[in-house]
């Protein structure tokens, strides 16, 4: 009877081992062959920091940032974003019809002073003294924060990419973003905009930047019909902008 038991035992704790074994090797195989997304995303990670090291390690040189239009302008800081993108990771990447809308509304086309003076198009402050620095037009004494000045414009869109990925008051972006990566989805602007609630204290910020993308979608369409109206080069005859 101990004996027949023993036996049973036995086969039983056999058929868990196997039953096991044959568990493990079923995920392996899915895994291996048929990984979920967000396995997919995590290994895309580790390959895109490769080559983004590698493109960081050629030291492609900033674009030049020229304009006397406002066609121009969004081209301009397309390379500068395109600049950028090449040396930043692919899920870092802030999508460029975001960043361009954004810089167009917070510079009126490249045209206000603090662009124009201090290469800053999307009003970034800061609230330390010793950091170049603009104040407010007729302010003569620091009152706590000044407005950014950056060494060339490219230099400001770079630093406005790594505000998106480092400050925690767009946890909201990244999150949202990560979320269309891993569902391996495009970037979607009218979205992601949505998330920087922090970032503007006017209540309909996202849908005047998007208002700007559709516009510079329309003027693109038309671009290749109708001329482009050129007007005065802001770097060389420009009325002082208002409003800042």
């Given at each position: 009877?101990?004996?027949?038991?023993?036996?049973?035992?036995?086969?039983?704790?056999?058929?868990?081992?196997?039953?096991?074994?044959?568990?493990?090797?079923?995920?392996?195989?899915?895994?291996?062959?048929?990984?979920?997304?967000?396995?997919?995303?995590?290994?895309?990670?580790?390959?895109?920091k490769y080559y983004t090291e590698w493109a960081n390690n050629l030291g492609l040189?900033?674009?030049?940032?020229?304009?006397?239009?406002?066609?121009?302008?969004?081209?301009?800081?397309?390379?500068?974003?395109?600049?950028?993108?090449?040396?930043?990771?692919?899920?870092?990447?802030?999508?460029?019809?975001?960043?361009?809308?954004?810089?167009?509304?917070?510079?009126?086309?490249?045209?206000?002073?603090?662009?124009?003076?201090?290469?800053?198009?999307?009003?970034?402050?800061?609230?330390?003294?010793?950091?170049?620095?603009?104040?407010?037009?007729?302010?003569?004494?620091?009152?706590?924060?000044?407005?950014?000045?950056?060494?060339?414009?490219?230099?400001g869109v770079k630093y406005f990419v790594e505000l998106l990925n480092n400050h925690?008051?767009?946890?909201?972006?990244?999150?949202?973003?990560?979320?269309?990566?891993?569902?391996?989805?495009?970037?979607?602007?009218?979205?992601?905009?949505?998330?920087?609630?922090?970032?503007?204290?006017?209540?309909?910020?996202?849908?005047?930047?998007?208002?700007?993308?559709?516009?510079?979608?329309?003027?693109?369409?038309?671009?290749?019909?109708?001329?482009i109206k050129t007007k005065e080069d802001s770097k060389v005859k420009k009325d002082?902008?208002?409003?800042?």
């Amino acid at each position: 009877m101990n004996i027949m038991l023993k036996k049973i035992k036995s086969l039983s704790t056999f058929k868990i081992v196997i039953s096991v074994l044959l568990f493990h090797i079923i995920l392996f195989s899915v895994g291996t062959f048929f990984p979920n997304p967000i396995t997919k995303h995590y290994l895309k990670k580790d390959i895109e920091k490769y080559y983004t090291e590698w493109a960081n390690n050629l030291g492609l040189q900033e674009p030049d940032f020229e304009y006397t239009n406002d066609m121009q302008f969004v081209q301009a800081v397309r390379k500068c974003v395109d600049w950028v993108n090449f040396e930043t990771p692919r899920f870092e990447r802030v999508p460029i019809e975001m960043i361009v809308s954004q810089a167009v509304l917070e510079s009126g086309w490249g045209t206000s002073r603090f662009a124009i003076e201090g290469n800053n198009l999307f009003g970034i402050r800061t609230y330390d003294k010793t950091v170049p620095h603009m104040l407010l037009e007729g302010r003569t004494k620091w009152r706590g924060w000044g407005v950014r000045v950056f060494s060339t414009k490219c230099q400001g869109v770079k630093y406005f990419v790594e505000l998106l990925n480092n400050h925690p008051a767009y946890e909201e972006f990244r999150e949202t973003r990560n979320k269309m990566l891993i569902l391996n989805k495009p970037l979607d602007s009218k979205v992601l905009v949505k998330t920087l609630k922090a970032y503007s204290t006017t209540p309909n910020y996202a849908e005047r930047v998007n208002y700007i993308i559709d516009s510079i979608r329309e003027q693109e369409e038309l671009s290749s019909e109708l001329p482009i109206k050129t007007k005065e080069d802001s770097k060389v005859k420009k009325d002082k902008p208002t409003n800042q």
